[in-house]
């Protein structure tokens, strides 16, 4: 399979720890992108990668979130001092370079904050 | 400031009836238009794009859309549902030319094909 992966599927955390997600994009695809999505709504835009370089950030994206790209392949999400309001699914995406290509979206890591 | 409208939560249709899934977008720009297709537990699948051009595009699985710039929508449509159609339907649109490049999604509406 060479759509974009995501790793975990599935963490359930208590409140307060940090944890960190994992997504391989679509191997020829510069671009990626992190979103989340909670029940019943649509994914919100969480932050955008250009290779190695973030180039756009959300104000969802509060300071207790980060994300990398460390060598324009992989990425990484970590939240630190999880709250309950960050139960969601994240989801990744990525893209061809020109802004008119569709992104292509993992399966999403679901989160639970108990 | 970029949003996308789905004013129906959920789309009732009987197999083998045509199927209309409806948004409409508001944009300062030229938008770039995509819908896309939800499974349970699964991420989200690309259906089909509206770029420039011929206002009907077709897409993925027997779907198509229709621009209409003047009604600022682009209706999701097929002729013939499948049960196996059933899932969660957003429609997004990104602007042209901003240099930002997130899509804006609207809240989905659920479609369930009867047998």
């Known amino acids: 399979d060479t759509g974009v992966s995501q790793d975990p599927r599935h963490k359930i955390t208590k409140r307060g720890q940090n944890v960190t997600f994992r997504c391989d994009p679509i191997s020829e695809h510069n671009r990626l992108y992190w979103y989340r999505q909670t029940l019943g709504q649509g994914p919100e835009f969480l932050t955008y990668f250009q290779n190695e370089a973030q180039l756009e950030k959300s104000r969802l994206l509060s300071d207790r979130f980060s994300a990398e790209r460390p060598k324009g392949s992989f990425s990484t999400l970590e939240i630190q001092r999880t709250e309950q309001g960050d139960s969601a699914m994240y989801l990744c995406a990525s893209s061809f370079e020109r802004e008119s290509y569709e992104q292509y979206f993992g399966p999403g890591t679901r989160l639970t904050v108990t | ?115």
């Open chain 2, 1 to 115: 400031a970029q949003s996308v409208a789905q004013p129906e939560d959920q789309v009732n249709v009987a197999e083998g009836n045509p199927l209309t899934v409806k948004c409409t977008y508001s944009v300062s720009g030229n938008p770039y238009l995509f819908w896309y297709v939800q499974y349970p537990n699964r991420g989200l699948q690309f259906l089909l794009k509206y770029i420039t051009g011929d206002n009907l595009v077709k897409g993925s699985y027997g779907f198509e859309a229709e621009f209409n710039k003047s009604q600022t929508s682009f209706h999701l449509k097929k002729p013939s549902a499948l049960v196996s159609d059933s899932a969660l339907y957003f429609c997004a649109v990104r602007v042209m030319n901003t240099g930002f490049q997130k899509l804006v999604f609207g809240t989905g509406t659920r479609l369930l094909v009867s047998p």
